[in-house]
């Protein structure tokens, strides 16, 4: 037997531009086609943003090739839908100089960078996000995935955009609900990365449920500049970047077990509560931090407990499951303070005993 070695140049660096304003949607397509003249164009959306307007306000008089997903929301986050965007995109002739448009919420970006991602061995995207969730985090950094009939995000790949436009203005047009689940991936970021932003949202969280533009727009700024700078320090989740499942593992598992009845952001608040009750056990929690977390979120109006129809077995199965898994048991996202995620042994996502998480359960 004889060896060769093949030699894999590293990837080039690459990086993209987050653009935020007010009122700036109308003006997006033509950016678009200017900055992507040689690359054929495929708008992915969903059919609220569809009824919202959105969808014909962007592209004003502009026609183009458009996939409307339908039923919006996670029921669709999954692979059948990924294969009818391909197969739309095959019909139209479209190949590896097809620019994918995401506009949408979490869920849009999801499919639809999962599905760029794969198509032809990939093309690129840009990610024009409308709800607070993918304002705040899911269309910067790359992730994309979809669901498996067992679990969150079985299928998924790193693929960062080409640029992402974030137009707050349409958060004024967001369902109620949405708009307040929304709000609890920023107050993650403040949680692991920022006290001084903690507490500009407690201080300004009456102006953020008006959705004052000036307030919206610096929220943003606050959100981008703390995803920015942990995916640029861990592009693909070796260590670092896990900070960023903070209230994730618990929660994604409440979404699942509540058949998704419950949005994302309102089933990461009960995550980000039962962190804090873990943080508690380890002695990591400080006097007060806990009241604070649990009064904001009751500010902003999403649960901080357990629905009491989950059963507690079909929770500890699906956190089972979760992708920070080692040998069947995941690695848990804690803080030592408001703004600091507790670090151990070099590791950002750290052990914790099954029986002190089902403990934690058990008091919800």
């Not at 919206?216 to 959100?223: H, I, S």
């Not at 419950?262 to 873990?278: D, Q």
Request: glycine share 8%; net charge negative.
């Amino acid at each position: 037997m004889h060896e060769l070695e093949v030699k894999i140049p590293s990837v080039e660096a690459r990086s993209y531009r987050i653009s935020i304003g007010n009122e700036i949607l109308g003006s997006l397509w033509d950016r678009i086609e200017a900055d992507y003249s040689r690359l054929s164009k495929f708008v992915v959306t969903d059919e609220n943003l569809v009824s919202a307007g959105h969808l014909e306000a962007f592209l004003g008089r502009g026609s183009v090739l458009t996939f409307v997903i339908s039923p919006a929301g996670e029921t669709s986050k999954n692979i059948d839908t990924v294969t009818s965007i391909i197969e739309a995109m095959e019909k139209a002739y479209l190949g590896r100089d097809t620019l994918v448009v995401a506009l949408g919420g979490g869920t849009v970006g999801d499919i639809a960078g999962f599905a760029a991602s794969v198509f032809k061995r990939g093309v690129p995207i840009v990610h024009v996000p409308t709800t607070t969730v993918a304002q705040a985090d899911s269309s910067i950094g790359g992730k994309t995935g979809v669901d498996s009939s067992i679990s969150k995000n079985a299928f998924g790949a790193f693929w960062h955009p080409a640029a992402v436009y974030i137009d707050v203005a349409v958060l004024t047009t967001l369902d109620d609900r949405q708009f307040r689940a929304g709000l609890v991936e920023s107050v993650k970021h403040a949680l692991i990365a920022d006290n001084e932003y903690f507490d500009f949202l407690q201080s300004n969280i009456e102006a953020v449920l008006e959705r004052k533009a000036d307030v919206l727009e610096k929220m943003a700024d606050y959100n981008c500049k703390i995803k920015a700078g942990v995916v640029e320090a861990d592009p693909t989740e070796k260590n670092q970047r896990r900070m960023l499942n903070y209230g994730h593992t618990v929660g994604h598992a409440v979404e699942a077990a509540s058949g998704f009845e419950l949005l994302h952001g309102e089933s990461v608040a009960i995550g980000i509560i039962a962190a804090g009750l873990i943080e508690s056990e380890m002695g990591l929690s400080e006097p007060g931090r806990l009241d604070r977390i649990r009064k904001i979120f009751e500010k902003i109006g999403v649960p901080i407990t357990l629905p009491a129809n989950l059963a507690e077995d079909n929770l500890v199965d699906l956190i089972k499951r979760d992708k920070k898994a080692v040998n069947k048991w995941p690695r848990f996202v804690l803080i030592s303070r408001i703004g600091k995620v507790y670090c151990r042994d070099g590791q950002w996502a750290v052990e914790v005993e099954q029986d002190v998480v089902e403990n934690v359960l058990g008091k919800f």
